[in-house]
């Protein structure tokens, strides 16, 4: 029993609403630390420039997230690095002078968590940047650096043109660790834990994990949970799952499979409802007790913005969120989102968020707020049992129930269909439209919806 209850995940995970923040493009709340060629809020974004954003202008806008029905916050790394997104560590234990500094990081936290909100940062412990100042030792001191085996390097001394040392996806600035030496194990181990114990933050998204053996991240969840068995480990796991959540490793994993699902239902057509409803069954079959602990986004600083991939089209972005939100695992809205921001991939996906309201989709922003309270406000949408309750062509049907807690969901991102029949598998007979306010009457168990009309997304409850 002690070692079934070592392993539960964070009891938290499945009620949060996440937020992914950029921090330099989210909100500048203290122009004090503004690097010196800080460009204009707004411009183009490059690989390159710096806007501002800091810790404080994140602290300025919880009231904003909080309205918003987010609770829980992801951070995109804010350690010292080089760059503008960060992944290129040069000091693990010290945060970005250009962000704030551990006090300003503290009261963050503790503002999070005097709302019941909850926050994780982002763990890059693949790779340094190289600026990390054992690479700079071996750099300068070759195979007599102390520090040699930290590296996975072919000769010495070490160069960039050839490279001659093992890189993330082979960019010069970003060496891999040797995770075989125990010293570097030792070193990664301590500042997973450091940061719980300095601020009290919530977990870590880990990133690239599938670049390292399994058995570094299993004692990476041990020494992590000896701090906080609450906290939430998620790994930036693109593809397969199932070796990440045996319950010795991560929580949970970056849901791009189920983002796959959406798009190729939602977006290209690829699937059609009956398509969609096994595959989802197969996933969610193949996540079993950690399905709740999933990351579900829609788009991320990886990807081009979930706008721009429909073209604009808000009509299939409420689709795709309808299914985000009430699907099993911890919805994720990346900033921005909600007020239809778009852009293209890396960089244009990272532009700065507007606080001039003036370019926002107020639709797009009302229909997210709308759904996350919605999911707040069920916990069968959190917690409960997910029955399909009918598929057609385009249309497809489910419930989530927990106890006398029901919530039917349609969705049809195809054309308009006449005369069609739902099932509730439900002994209730008065459903309200959450969207409208609408009563929705079923009869002798059934929905009827004559038309039930094209790109629709209904979420019911029980009157």
Known sequence: MRNKQKWLAPSWVADAVFYQIFPDRFCNGDVANDPASVAAWGDAPTRENFFGGDLQGVISKLDYLQDLGVNAIYLNPIFQARTNHRYDTCDYFKVDPMLGDKAVLRELVRQVHARGMHIIFDGVFNHCGDGFKPFQDVMRHGADSQFADWFLARSYPLTTEPLNYLSCGGCVYLPKFNHDNKQVQQFLLHVGRYWLEETGMDGWRLDVPFKIEPSFWRKFRKAVKAVNPQAYLVGEVWREAGPWIKGDTFDGVTNYRLRDLIFDYVNTTVLDAEDFGYELRTLLAAHGKSASQMLNLLDSHD?????????????????????????????????????????????????????????????????????????????????????????????YAYKQQLE????????????????????????????????????????????FFDPLPAGCALVLTKA
């Not at 919530?407 to 991102?413: F, L, T």
């Not at 029949?421 to 059934?446: C, L, M, N, V, Y």
């Open 404 to 447: 006398d807690d029901e919530v039917i969901v349609i969705v049809n991102p195809r054309e308009s269909i006449r005369g069609l029949e739902i099932p509730t598998g439900s002994q209730h007979e008065k459903w309200i439209d959450t969207a409208t306010g609408a009563p929705i009457s079923a009869k002798e168990g059934r929905l």
């Open 303 to 395: 990807t081009p913005r979930v706008l721009t991939t429909f073209n604009g089209d808000v009509e299939k972005l409420r689709i795709a969120m309808t299914l985000q939100m009430t699907l099993p695992g911890a919805p994720m809205i990346y900033y921005g989102d909600e007020v239809g921001m778009l852009g293209e991939t890396d960089p244009d996906c990272r532009r700065c968020m507007p606080w001039d309201e003036a370019p926002w989709n107020h639709e797009v922003q009302q229909f997210t707020r709308a759904l996350t309270h919605l999911r707040q406000d069920h916990p069968a949408l959190r917690c409960g049992m997910l029955t399909q309750l009918a598929f057609f062509n385009g249309v």
